[in-house]
């Protein structure tokens, strides 16, 4: 279960929002700003954060340990103005009202209860996220844990992870301390070295990296003035280090147990904002969301059934089919509902199965279903031997298409969207987790029947919002479509040779034996090559490879660093090809023999259809479309995906460079237009425009540059971005960018728009008018807003590619149905379709597959596809 925490910096978000706002006071006459800004803020954490824990620190006194050390240290704050003392019984108040946990801690500050909480808490397994107005606490910057700072106003934050401390600074979290020991802190009065700034103590720090190893290492610092300073000053800046350290170890008496988070008190939270003059605020206060609350529901008139009858059974009606397993696959059916406009049923599993009248009304094309999930409903049937027809609704689909980024976990959680309160989530109902069960018949149909009412209740509105938003033909012509293809697919399975899988586990196994042996060899030493710990001590203490990051718990050894360090030694090397084949073992091959279903032999995937903000299909339970193919010995997994039936074989077929295509369409640009036109190979291209040379000067590694160019400017990658990618410097690589952007106009200007055009509206749309919202695009939070116009340039591209797929598999399924071809699609893999078919079918296959998806929209530069076929996946290459 996801475990978060919640770290807020009481005095500090306090006095930001007390001088943030202007003097504000309720009818008695007390202050209210600094709590009015502290409420705005913890609001928006609630809500954005979603908190499972959390706590409040705050400074005990004006004492802590640190003034034994140094007596001057924080002395040139100005005392409290009282405007603001007043304010924080109040605070104090609006915690208990939240039901948030308070702390402070004699002789310790509010950093050092968070900081020691943090290495708890990042222990344990949590998340953990910091709020505070001090940059200090940027030093507790982990994998695990953000610290987000205040900015202007109160509620726009800049978070801080290691990544953007790197990028910002140069520096490791850490180093933060460091810097502060150099530079000094005036606003706690730490001194730091005379004369350092943060200039020269960071150019120290990327040369040195501690203030310890600097100090002894001073005689290599250029520069005789500062050398002599530092000399000086030695004690100072140890000092000074000294006391901007956050203490992790303080003895608290809290435990994480009792920091957890329940909700708040609703009448509380009212009471106080009445008494504040909050009235504003009011309005924003939700009720408590806990699925294991009761609500009061109004009764509802339904009939179980127990012999279905056709008189019973309505020409159009909303329909549960409910199946509570996540992998619905053979998973039992727990029962029926039907809404009609006169009746509403509850069908027990048993009568609903037997009965031939019901199953010819699933059957029936000309009665109208309205259902929730449509894939999980029919492919649940088909397990019974029942082929559903006539779905002309689908809830889930139609919240997704309104609004992707929602969670639409069960019918109630689209429902509240419209303020229709009248069923229950599925949590309140089964539980969750270890505690989940089928509760009695009479709540279970209480609860179906809701479902199916809600559904018909809704149908009308989100039918009316989706033409609203030119949004119903993709509704209707796509998206509906696709949940009976997805569903065939899901239902038929790819067939696994499970022997071959097993020989493949074997063959890695023997080459992992020998890799380790090879890099005991490399080592001098045996050791566990898995555990991160004794992995870095033989890295960086034995074979005293450089030190690029570390971590709380010692040195870091992730893939980047690794690849970082490869240059310097034979062992890095082999280390990272360990782990990859560690991977394929354990992930591909334990875990596909885990999911190949007895029955039949095969692995049933399961496509996401509402999932990601982008529109494109996703695959779990397995994963089909993650196969590792950048390894040989990843891309031989797919010699175990084999045809279902003698005498066949595999055939693929995938779009070539489809999202730069649909990029020269939506952008008009003339050049790449011609290019794509004139099947010019477009990385070429590219590389000729950027590099300024001929055809036959374009070098291999110009036209590799060219396509991370190329690919880069299709997610708004920023020099630093491509810089990383091609490790070149940033000035080489805004060269670049720069050079792209002159050789093609249209798609400078075509960014310029979006991101102007989505600033207006909220959002960016495909080509078939799929939306995506981007609530952060007009944010004052930096890194938020760039995220956002980088999404709102990518969107239109990546979405409408998705788009595409999704319609040439709808039109290839009919041309195989109406030209009577045995052949059927299996699996969806980004721009690529699987399909298997006997061999006297590949000539049509490879004449009618590409033109399908060819033709499946028009654009100004042709669609290409390519297409291959084998005995087995890997083959059909």
């Given at each position: 279960?996801?475990?978060?925490?919640?770290?807020?910096?009481?005095?500090?978000?306090?006095?930001?929002?007390?001088?943030?706002?202007?003097?504000?006071?309720?009818?008695?006459?007390?202050?209210?700003?600094?709590?009015?800004?502290?409420?705005?803020?913890?609001?928006?954490?609630?809500?954005?954060?979603?908190?499972?824990?959390?706590?409040?620190?705050?400074?005990?006194?004006?004492?802590?340990?640190?003034?034994?050390?140094?007596?001057?240290?924080?002395?040139?704050?100005?005392?409290?103005?009282?405007?603001?003392?007043?304010?924080?019984?109040?605070?104090?108040?609006?915690?208990?009202?939240?039901?948030?946990?308070?702390?402070e801690l004699d002789n310790y500050e509010a950093d050092d209860i968070i900081g020691t909480l943090c290495t708890k808490a990042e222990q344990e397994g949590f998340e953990i996220k910091v709020i505070s107005g001090d940059r200090d606490l940027t030093q507790l910057a982990s994998e695990h844990v953000t610290v987000a700072i205040t900015r202007k106003g109160?509620?726009?934050?800049?978070?801080?992870?290691?990544?953007?401390?790197?990028?910002?600074?140069?520096?490791?979290?850490?180093?933060?301390?460091?810097?502060?020991?150099?530079?000094?802190?005036?606003?706690?009065?730490?001194?730091?070295?005379?004369?350092?700034?943060?200039?020269?103590?960071?150019?120290?720090?990327?040369?040195?990296?501690?203030?310890?190893?600097?100090?002894?290492?001073?005689?290599?610092?250029?520069?005789?003035?500062?050398?002599?300073?530092?000399?000086?000053?030695?004690?100072?800046?140890?000092?000074?280090?000294?006391?901007?350290?956050?203490?992790?170890?303080?003895?608290?008496?809290?435990?994480?147990?009792?920091?957890?988070?329940?909700?708040?008190?609703?009448?509380?939270?009212?009471?106080?904002?009445?008494?504040?003059?909050?009235?504003?605020?009011?309005?924003?206060?939700?009720?408590?969301?806990?699925?294991?609350?009761?609500?009061?529901?109004?009764?509802?008139?339904?009939?179980?059934?127990?012999?279905?009858?056709?008189?019973?059974?309505?020409?159009?009606?909303?329909?549960?089919?409910?199946?509570?397993?996540?992998?619905?696959?053979?998973?039992?059916?727990?029962?029926?509902?039907?809404?009609?406009?006169?009746?509403?049923?509850?069908?027990?599993?048993?009568?609903?199965?037997?009965?031939?009248?019901?199953?010819?009304?699933?059957?029936?094309?000309?009665?109208?279903?309205?259902?929730?999930?449509?894939?999980?409903?029919?492919?649940?049937?088909?397990?019974?031997?029942?082929?559903?027809?006539?779905?002309?609704?689908?809830?889930?689909?139609?919240?997704?298409?309104?609004?992707?980024?929602?969670?639409?976990?069960?019918?109630?959680?689209?429902?509240?969207?419209?303020?229709?309160?009248?069923?229950?989530?599925?949590?309140?109902?089964?539980?969750?987790?270890?505690?989940?069960?089928?509760?009695?018949?009479?709540?279970?149909?209480?609860?179906?029947?809701?479902?199916?009412?809600?559904?018909?209740?809704?149908?009308?509105?989100?039918?009316?919002?989706?033409?609203?938003?030119?949004?119903?033909?993709?509704?209707?012509?796509?998206?509906?479509?696709?949940?009976?293809?997805?569903?065939?697919?899901?239902?038929?399975?790819?067939?696994?040779?499970?022997?071959?899988?097993?020989?493949?586990?074997?063959?890695?196994?023997?080459?992992?034996?020998?890799?380790?042996?090879?890099?005991?060899?490399?080592?001098?030493?045996?050791?566990?090559i898995n555990s991160p710990k004794q992995l870095g001590v033989v890295l960086f203490e034995k074979l005293q490879l450089p030190v690029i990051k570390k971590t709380k718990t010692g040195y870091s050894t992730s893939a980047d660093v690794l690849e970082k360090l490869a240059p310097y030694h034979e062992i890095v090397e082999k280390i990272l090809h360990y782990?990859?084949?560690?991977?394929?073992?354990?992930?591909?091959?334990?875990?596909?023999?885990?999911?190949?279903?007895?029955?039949?032999?095969?692995?049933?995937?399961?496509?996401?259809?509402?999932?990601?903000?982008?529109?494109?299909?996703?695959?779990?339970?397995?994963?089909?479309?993650?196969?590792?193919?950048?390894?040989?010995?990843?891309?031989?997994?797919?010699?175990?995906?084999?045809?279902?039936?003698?005498?066949?074989?595999?055939?693929?077929?995938?779009?070539?460079?489809?999202?730069?295509?649909?990029?020269?369409?939506?952008?008009?640009?003339?050049?790449?237009?011609?290019?794509?036109?004139?099947?010019?190979?477009?990385?070429?291209?590219?590389?000729?425009?950027?590099?300024?040379?001929?055809?036959?000067?374009?070098?291999?590694?110009?036209?590799?540059?060219?396509?991370?160019?190329?690919?880069?400017?299709?997610?708004?990658?920023?020099?630093?971005?491509?810089?990383?990618?091609?490790?070149?410097?940033?000035?080489?690589?805004?060269?670049?960018?720069?050079?792209?952007?002159?050789?093609?106009?249209?798609?400078?200007?075509?960014?310029?728009?979006?991101?102007?055009?989505?600033?207006?509206?909220?959002?960016?749309?495909?080509?078939?008018?799929?939306?995506?919202?981007?609530?952060?695009?007009?944010?004052?939070?930096?890194?938020?807003?760039?995220?956002?116009?980088?999404?709102?340039?990518?969107?239109?591209?990546?979405?409408?590619?998705?788009?595409?797929?999704?319609?040439?598999?709808?039109?290839?399924?009919?041309?195989?149905?109406?030209?009577?071809?045995?052949?059927?699609?299996?699996?969806?893999?980004?721009?690529?379709?699987?399909?298997?078919?006997?061999?006297?079918?590949?000539?049509?296959?490879?004449?009618?597959?590409?033109?399908?998806?060819?033709?499946?929209?028009?654009?100004?530069?042709?669609?290409?596809?390519?297409?291959?076929?084998?005995?087995?996946?890997?083959?059909?290459?």
């Amino acid at each position: 279960m996801r475990k978060k925490l919640v770290l807020i910096d009481g005095n500090s978000i306090a006095y930001r929002a007390f001088f943030a706002l202007p003097l504000l006071h309720n009818e008695k006459g007390i202050h209210t700003n600094a709590v009015y800004g502290f409420t705005m803020m913890l609001m928006k954490i609630l809500e954005e954060e979603k908190p499972t824990h959390m706590l409040v620190a705050f400074d005990a006194g004006k004492t802590t340990f640190r003034h034994e050390t140094f007596q001057d240290y924080k002395g040139g704050r100005q005392k409290t103005p009282p405007e603001l003392s007043e304010q924080f019984p109040l605070l104090r108040e609006l915690l208990d009202a939240y039901q948030i946990r308070s702390y402070e801690l004699d002789n310790y500050e509010a950093d050092d209860i968070i900081g020691t909480l943090c290495t708890k808490a990042e222990q344990e397994g949590f998340e953990i996220k910091v709020i505070s107005g001090d940059r200090d606490l940027t030093q507790l910057a982990s994998e695990h844990v953000t610290v987000a700072i205040t900015r202007k106003g109160i509620t726009d934050v800049e978070p801080y992870t290691p990544e953007t401390i790197q990028e910002k600074y140069g520096l490791t979290p850490p180093q933060i301390v460091d810097l502060k020991g150099l530079m000094g802190d005036a606003s706690d009065n730490i001194p730091g070295v005379p004369g350092v700034g943060e200039k020269t103590a960071l150019k120290l720090l990327k040369e040195f990296g501690t203030v310890e190893r600097l100090l002894e290492s001073i005689e290599q610092v250029s520069g005789n003035k500062l050398k002599e300073n530092l000399k000086e000053n030695r004690e100072l800046a140890l000092l000074s280090k000294q006391l901007a350290a956050i203490l992790r170890d303080a003895p608290l008496e809290i435990t994480l147990e009792e920091t957890k988070y329940a909700g708040y008190n609703l009448d509380k939270v009212i009471a106080l904002f009445k008494e504040l003059g909050f009235n504003s605020l009011l309005g924003k206060l939700e009720q408590n969301e806990d699925p294991d609350v009761q609500t009061e529901l109004a009764n509802i008139d339904y009939e179980t059934v127990e012999e279905v009858d056709e008189t019973m059974l309505a020409d159009e009606a909303a329909l549960i089919v409910e199946v509570l397993e996540a992998n619905y696959h053979k998973a039992p059916i727990l029962g029926f509902a039907l809404a009609g406009e006169k009746k509403t049923l509850f069908i027990p599993t048993d009568v609903a199965l037997s009965s031939p009248i019901f199953k010819a009304w699933l059957e029936d094309e000309k009665k109208k279903k309205s259902v929730f999930d449509a894939k999980r409903a029919l492919v649940a049937l088909k397990w019974q031997g029942i082929e559903m027809r006539g779905i002309d609704f689908d809830l889930l689909i139609a919240s997704y298409l309104l609004n992707p980024s929602h969670s639409t976990d069960d019918v109630a959680s689209v429902a509240k969207t419209k303020q229709y309160t009248e069923v229950q989530p599925d949590e309140a109902v089964y539980g969750k987790g270890a505690k989940q069960a089928i509760p009695d018949k009479k709540s279970l149909a209480d609860h179906l029947v809701r479902k199916a009412v809600a559904i018909r209740a809704l149908k009308r509105e989100f039918v009316a919002d989706l033409k609203a938003n030119e949004q119903y033909l993709l509704f209707t012509e796509l998206e509906l479509p696709l949940t009976l293809i997805l569903a065939e697919m899901e239902f038929t399975g790819v067939k696994v040779d499970v022997q071959r899988l097993r020989n493949m586990g074997e063959e890695l196994n023997e080459q992992l034996k020998m890799i380790e042996q090879d890099i005991y060899q490399s080592a001098g030493q045996e050791f566990n090559i898995n555990s991160p710990k004794q992995l870095g001590v033989v890295l960086f203490e034995k074979l005293q490879l450089p030190v690029i990051k570390k971590t709380k718990t010692g040195y870091s050894t992730s893939a980047d660093v690794l690849e970082k360090l490869a240059p310097y030694h034979e062992i890095v090397e082999k280390i990272l090809h360990y782990r990859q084949l560690g991977k394929l073992y354990s992930t591909y091959v334990e875990g596909l023999l885990k999911v190949v279903h007895q029955d039949t032999n095969k692995v049933h995937t399961i496509f996401n259809q509402a999932l990601t903000q982008t529109g494109r299909l996703s695959s779990t339970e397995p994963n089909l479309q993650n196969i590792p193919i950048r390894l040989e010995e990843g891309r031989k997994i797919r010699q175990a995906f084999i045809p279902s039936e003698p005498d066949w074989v595999i055939f693929a077929a995938d779009y070539s460079q489809i999202e730069l295509r649909v990029l020269a369409h939506i952008a008009n640009d003339q050049n790449l237009i011609e290019a794509f036109r004139n099947d010019l190979d477009i990385h070429t291209k590219t590389a000729m425009d950027i590099f300024h040379v001929s055809e036959e000067k374009v070098t291999s590694q110009m036209r590799r540059q060219a396509k991370a160019v190329n690919f880069g400017i299709v997610y708004g990658i920023s020099d630093y971005g491509l810089s990383q990618n091609l490790n070149i410097s940033r000035k080489e690589a805004a060269q670049f960018i720069e050079r792209y952007f002159a050789s093609f106009p249209g798609v400078k200007q075509y960014m310029e728009d979006i991101v102007r055009h989505a600033k207006q509206t909220g959002y960016v749309t495909t080509l078939l008018h799929r939306r995506r919202y981007l609530p952060d695009i007009t944010s004052r939070n930096f890194n938020l807003r760039s995220f956002a116009e980088r999404t709102a340039m990518n969107t239109p591209i990546q979405g409408s590619a998705a788009d595409i797929i999704k319609k040439a598999m709808i039109d290839l399924a009919e041309r195989l149905k109406q030209e009577e071809l045995q052949a059927r699609i299996l699996l969806q893999v980004h721009d690529e379709l699987i399909l298997e078919a006997p061999k006297s079918e590949i000539e049509r296959l490879k004449q009618l597959v590409p033109e399908v998806m060819e033709q499946a929209i028009e654009l100004r530069v042709p669609l290409k596809v390519d297409y291959h076929f084998g005995p087995t996946w890997y083959d059909a290459k």
